[in-house]
């Protein structure tokens, strides 16, 4: 029987991706990691630039023209997306690398695991920092049941709704809700939880985790409005509610 390739989930760095620092891949990233990335040759990213930038904080060694990358974002047609696959077929591993965090994750890599899966290839998660996990760790929320709920209404009125509809399942299920939104939405979001939430309700921000300027706090709605909310500027968040 032919062998055939793995593909690989390599996670990346938390924030900021413009500028990859290689110190950031050596904290949030283990070595088995790097010896497995300079053997694969195909991989398919969000972003080609930042990928390359990625690759190349990794292990300066990288001939990145001698790679290939499949672009798979929200422009990127589906019917196409099963062709990356192609070179599992020969023999040779491709590589998923997302934007932050882990693939999969909240991202478009999801696509390209399930028809992986469907067509029987080997799928090999690699470890690597996930804000939602870290987040839901630093929070002293509920883990053993949580829902990640991804971005919320933009529309006032429909995200009063929702933040509602997810206080509720916080007390009627017991279960932490997590979600996220455009970094420079962040502080109307933060003032709609509180002003939406019940006093007593817990209200966890977490925001550059990993990062230089890690902020991880939790706090009732009521205290926040005494005290006062963070200025988290355009940086990327996490945020969870929970009783």
């Not at 899966?117 to 090999?124: C, P, S, T, Y």
């Not at 009125?157 to 979600?179: A, C, G, H, M, S």
Request: contains cysteine.
């Amino acid at each position: 029987m032919k062998e055939t390739g793995k593909l690989y989930l390599f996670p990346v760095t938390l924030g900021d991706t413009s500028s990859t620092d290689p110190e950031d891949v050596k904290k949030v990233l283990p070595d088995y990691n790097r010896e497995i990335l300079i053997t694969v040759k195909h991989f398919i990213v969000e972003n080609i630039r930042s990928a390359r930038r990625f690759l190349k904080a990794c292990d300066k060694s990288i001939d990145i023209d001698t790679l290939t990358f499949y672009e798979l974002n929200r422009h990127t047609d589906l019917k196409i997306v099963g062709d990356y696959l192609k070179p599992l077929e020969k023999g040779e591993s491709v590589g998923i690398i997302s934007e932050a965090g882990c693939p999969a994750i909240a991202d478009p890599g999801a696509d390209v695991v399930a028809i992986a899966q469907k067509r029987g290839f080997d799928v090999v998660p690699l470890v690597g920092p996930s804000s939602i996990i870290m987040s839901l760790m630093a929070s002293g929320f509920n883990g053993q049941s949580f829902a990640f709920n991804g971005y919320l209404p933009v529309e006032g009125p429909e995200r009063t709704k929702k933040i509602r509809q997810l206080e509720n399942k916080v007390y009627n299920e017991d279960q932490t809700q997590i979600f996220i939104e455009t970094p420079y939405r962040n502080g109307k979001l933060i003032e709609a939880i509180i002003n939406t939430c019940r006093p007593q309700t817990k209200f966890c921000i977490a925001c550059d985790i990993t990062g230089k300027t890690e902020y991880i706090k939790t706090k009732t709605c009521e205290q926040w409005k005494k005290q006062g909310t963070p200025d988290l500027g355009k940086t990327p968040a996490i945020f969870l509610i929970y009783k």
